[in-house]
């Protein structure tokens, strides 16, 4: 299984951005899907996570209403839609994928079998 993310770089604060996370090796509609942060000196967090079918969705606190996860089930493609980017968003992204038959969303890391590269997002003044 392979994770490939991409988009973020440097963006000013108050922009958009979207990241993409491509996926291979696993049946992608059987898997929920999730983005993780790292800032820097921080832990990895838990962003945003989507059901197989993407009925299901859910997010941290404090990107509701400012971050949306989607995915393409065609396309083995789940993005994270970020706007309103604040300094407090600078972080390596991660997507994440739980493991065949876990359709269903989760907060915890533990639920994921695997974890994509990440991709940084650096929000500047």
């Known amino acids: 299984v392979q994770l490939q993310a991409s988009g973020g770089g440097l963006v000013q604060a108050g922009d958009s951005t979207t990241l993409s996370c491509v996926a291979s090796?696993?049946?992608?509609?059987?898997?929920?899907m999730a983005w993780f942060r790292q800032a820097p000196g921080k832990e990895r967090e838990f962003v945003a996570t989507?059901?197989?079918?993407?009925?299901?969705?859910d997010y941290k606190d404090s990107v509701k209403g400012r971050f949306t996860i989607a995915r393409d089930n065609a396309k083995n493609t789940v993005t994270l839609q970020m706007n309103s980017l604040t300094l407090e968003d600078t972080a390596v992204y991660f997507c994440?994928?739980?493991?065949?038959?876990?359709?269903?969303?989760?907060?915890?890391?533990?639920?994921?079998?695997?974890w994509g590269q990440g991709t940084q997002v650096t929000v500047s003044s």
């Open positions: 994440a994928a739980r493991a065949a038959g876990s359709y269903y969303i989760s907060s915890q890391a533990k639920e994921y079998s695997y």
């Open positions: 989507i059901s197989g079918y993407g009925r299901s969705t």
């Open positions: 090796g696993l049946t992608f509609r059987n898997s929920g």
